[in-house]
């Protein structure tokens, strides 16, 4: 259906302006590595299947891949600046300081008490699915920090949250049109909407508005 | 009747 061909598009977008800012500017002003590694992890647990004879379509295995590729390889770019500008990553580095562990233990937990079968590869996909519902956190937690996001542009902080927001409107679509609902993603779903939701509105007030002040 | 999916979503 349409609301999810757009919001994956929309994902992809967010990824393809993260990095292309990030190329371009040659900055990370703003960004938490955090995040985008617990992003990285999320795909990681999540598309497990990718390994196993589990097919669904090509287009699936093909959004795997680049999603799966896509945030390592952002992890990779945002760590070379370790020696590229030891300044600014230095800068990332101490304000991005939000306690990751209770995420991943939250997120854990969560995956263990609900999930759709007890194995392995089931409570790894419920886990990423709690895991990606609060990866933006750091994120959020360094900007209301700092007020400054010169590399998030709002575009890419808008595709995330619209991919999001249109995931929601598919689920609807699908329990109307094929009575399917999968309560695991649709409850984590919305928290994330909500996360995101509120990620929009510190942005606005903060760097938006912030930056209209000092603006010449 | 509402079913549980397979994981065919991103």
Redesign the interface.
């Known amino acids: 259906n349409l609301f999810r061909i757009f919001g994956d598009l929309s994902h992809l977008a967010s990824i393809g302006i993260l990095l292309h800012t990030v190329r371009s500017t040659q900055s990370i002003d703003g960004i938490s590595f955090k995040t985008q590694a617990l992003y990285a992890l999320v795909f990681m647990t999540r598309y497990l299947d990718l390994f196993t004879w589990h097919w669904v379509s090509l287009y699936n295995f093909l959004m795997k891949v680049f999603f799966l590729a896509s945030s390592v390889y952002i992890v990779v770019l945002l760590q070379q600046f370790r020696t590229k500008n030891p300044i600014a990553y230095k800068e990332m580095v101490l304000q991005d300081t939000f306690k990751i562990h209770f995420l991943l233990l939250g997120s854990l937990v969560a995956g263990l008490c609900f999930h759709h079968r007890f194995t392995l590869l089931e409570i790894l996909w419920s886990f990423s699915v709690w895991l990606e519902s609060v990866a933006i956190l750091p994120q959020l937690f360094m900007l209301s920090k700092s007020g400054r996001a010169q590399s998030l542009t709002v575009h890419y902080i808008f595709a995330l949250g619209l991919y999001r927001f249109l995931y929601i409107f598919n689920w609807i679509w699908r329990y109307v049109s094929e009575a399917r609902v999968d309560k695991i993603a649709v409850v984590a779903g919305i928290v994330q909407t909500a996360m995101y939701s509120d990620f929009f509105y510190i942005y606005y007030k903060k760097v938006i508005r912030g930056n209209a002040g000092n603006l010449p | 009747?509402?079913?549980?999916?397979?994981?065919?979503?991103?």
Do not use: A, G, N
Request: charged share 40%; glycine share 0%; hydrophobic share 20%.
């Open positions: 009747y509402v079913h549980e999916p397979e994981h065919d979503e991103l």
